[in-house]
């Protein structure tokens, strides 16, 4: 990669895991010209991204540029010769992002090794890794593709390097960059989460409906989405794991999740990824309250 001047066109970039991140990931970074190998131990999953992918309008470049080329793996290692860039975006599980930064060893030397993680340290992740200068942090957004912001999150580990290649990555990939010290929840998911936590609460004690919660927020604060709608938006599991990941890593009890946040994973209700979470979701109709 060239530090600070972003990838060149068609140069390659891995992205780990075939979910609803990866998937946006690397959406951008097709549109943006980058070529793609798309990495996740279930060939089911990789096939229905790939399927995804192709028929996401977003995947095209609005410049007059080549689109960039999708190809999919079931094996890490397999994925990194020549790569410009390692982004893993598995599920928000320190030992699962743990045990992949421990393979990562075969990446070309001086390429970011970059984690799309809203809550977990980065130093955590470096210590996993046999390269912790090259281990740094980038949160995108949910979708990826059309979010512009990126969090790039630097531990004491990561290098000056590493810190600028991350930056030009993001903002190859059309994205506006902060910068964040490797803290507990960075910036956007220590507000964010307290935020959408109260809002569960609100709805657990029978405040407000999780409706009126939502419109409140937006039409009060002028928030494009209300709380509840973005929680079924990143996936209640999600937000469940993340809610423990940094009530475990700050010691900070106001983090703990609610009862009935733990209650709809339980149940299946994961958002709108299942059809329902704090609302009822299908593609005809808008988005209706499924809690008192």
Do not use: W
């Amino acid at each position: 990669m060239n530090t600070g001047q972003g990838l060149s066109p068609h140069q390659a970039i891995a992205v780990l895991g075939a979910g609803t991140m990866g998937q946006g990931i690397a959406i951008a970074a097709l549109r943006s010209g980058l070529d793609v190998t798309l990495v996740d131990v279930s060939a089911d999953a990789l096939e229905r991204a790939g399927a995804r992918i192709a028929d996401s309008p977003d995947r095209h470049p609005a410049q007059d540029r080549d689109p960039g080329q999708l190809r999919t793996s079931t094996v890490i290692e397999d994925s990194l010769a020549g790569v410009g860039a390692v982004i893993e975006a598995v599920p928000e599980i320190l030992d699962l992002k743990r045990e992949i930064f421990g393979r990562l060893g075969a990446a070309p030397a001086g390429v970011p090794l970059v984690s799309n993680t809203s809550t977990i340290s980065i130093a955590e992740l470096a210590r996993a890794c046999g390269r912790p200068t090259a281990v740094v942090g980038m949160h995108f957004f949910n979708p990826a593709h059309r979010m512009p912001l990126v969090e790039v999150i630097v531990a004491d580990s990561t290098s000056a390097a590493t810190r600028e290649g991350a930056l030009a990555l993001a903002r190859t990939l059309g994205k506006q960059p902060v910068v964040v010290r490797d803290v507990p929840g960075f910036i956007t998911s220590r507000l964010g989460l307290l935020l959408g936590t109260e809002a569960m609460r609100m709805v657990e004690e029978g405040v407000a409906s999780a409706e009126d919660i939502d419109t409140a927020m937006k039409l009060g604060y002028r928030h494009p989405m209300g709380p509840l709608e973005l929680a079924d938006l990143v996936g209640l599991d999600a937000r469940l794991n993340n809610l423990r990941s940094i009530r475990e890593s700050s010691g900070n009890p106001v983090y703990d999740p609610p009862a009935i946040l733990v209650e709809l994973v339980e149940q299946g209700r994961l958002g709108r990824k299942s059809g329902r979470g704090f609302f009822a979701y299908d593609d005809a109709a808008p988005a209706r309250s499924t809690t008192p």
